[in-house]
């Protein structure tokens, strides 16, 4: 149950905040830059409170004589030209750190351009709070709100890194992490599933009455919950977000690393591995011809752990999140349809993954829920066994069909937990798995009847959508119109992917002029 008081000292922190974000979105500074900009400085101004407590003083930025007098108290007494100066200067110095220091100011920019309301966010809005004091919880859910709003600013394409936190929630919650789990996300994002991971674990040793021993919070915040993001900006906010939770120190090692996940095989595996690897069919990097031109060039990564040589990225991440389990560890991934039935690669990959690992439950996930429009995604649960010649580990695979008849939207019909409780109930986490029963949603297919589909297609459906029949049962034409926005842009999606393939491109087509 949520505490009221830090529930409204959390809701404070993000209006004070959000008020500001509108003033710089009138500057052209988008929500998601504003959240990077304030990850600089909350990271700053924190600490400059830790260094200068009365107990127990902790010195958190480079211990040497060039930094002395450097740090927030450069931004509180500089003004104007010297202000954005020393600002940058200051992101840049920081930025060559090692550890989260280096995650968190990496190629920092800084991107508020008018040195007055730089000079305002630093006094009024951060310089007058003692986030120090206000605890992980407070300032940690204030961040996550502003990380949300982030998503919503459709504009910036930032939604492509958050999954919405009803499944996040549900896809945990069946997976039941543990104190004792190594817990990763190889496309960590804002490092949504790490959070929910452990905030769960702190949940149950709470309803136990008790609380996690120190040997269990030193695994899961020294080391035991990490991840890895492509894109520099989205790992300095994953960074930032885990320690605003407590996960990790200001001066520690990284928890959050950053470069290309499927470039090589794993150097730490997990017992615990939730995703939602970014949608997109195809791996692909820009490079430049002599005369300056910029091509795609798709990216086939040659793994020896991997079963399959492929561009398709989906079909790559999977293979890679059942390289980084260890024995007996079990996953839960978001990936996309064409994983479950495209063809050569794609159905080397599923026989493989039927074989050496137990593929017990598929979630089918409806349109409109993710910030991505287009997107038709599952839930993979599968579970890592001992390698076996002649026995299959998958016997039998659960989908639940949470697609047919289901229409969500972001604004007019979000997604909520309360939605995925009969999926959870139907999983039955933690019991056996014989014990499960099959209803109307909830089916269950034998492996034999797996490898007699063409090319071990898992696209399985069996339901009919009754709103397709009844007129009277039709979602509202505000609902219609957004999955057939939806479903154009998949068909686009698809046809660029074709168009790429040949060689050619998808080229904007000229309207007449009205």
Known sequence: MTDPKRAAETQRLVRKLINFRNVMRDDGVSTIDYVEQLTFLLFLKMAHERENRGLNPERILPDSPAWKDRGWSELVRNDGADLEKAYQELLNDLGTQRGTLGVIFRKAENKIKDPAKLKRLVQDYIGKEQ?????????????????????EDTKTGAGQYFTPRALVDAMVDCVQPTPEDSI?????????????????????????????????????????????????????????????????KHNGPELITVGDSLAQPPVKRATLVLANPPFGRKSSITVFNEEGKANREEISYNRRDFWATTTNKQLNFLQ???????????????????????GGAGETIRKRLLRNYDLHTMLRLPTGIFYAGGVKANVLFFERRTVSTDEWRTQKLWVYDFRTGQRFTLKQKPLTRAHLDDFVTCYKPGEDRTTRAETERFKAFTLEELLARDKVNLDITWMRDSGLDDADSLAPPEVIAAEIVEDLQAALSEFA???????GGVKEQELPAE
């Open 184 to 248: 990763t996300d190889p496309a960590a994002g804002t490092g949504g599933f790490l959070l929910a991971a452990r905030a769960y674990i702190g949940r149950k040793a709470e309803e136990k009455g008790g609380s996690l021993t120190p040997e269990q919070h030193k695994h899961l915040h020294g080391g035991g919950i990490w991840g890895n993001e492509l894109v520099n900006g989205t790992a300095r906010l994953a960074a930032m977000n885990l320690l605003l939770h407590g996960i990790g």
């Open 131 to 151: 986030w120090s004091q206000q605890g992980t919880d407070v300032n940690g859910d204030a961040y996550e709100a502003l990380l949300q709003a982030g998503a």
């Open 497 to 503: 992917a074709i168009a790429d393939s040949l060689g």
């Open 320 to 342: 890679h999140i059942a390289s980084l389990m260890e024995i007996n560890g079990r996953a839960a991934v978001v990936l996309p349809d064409n994983v479950l039935f495209e």
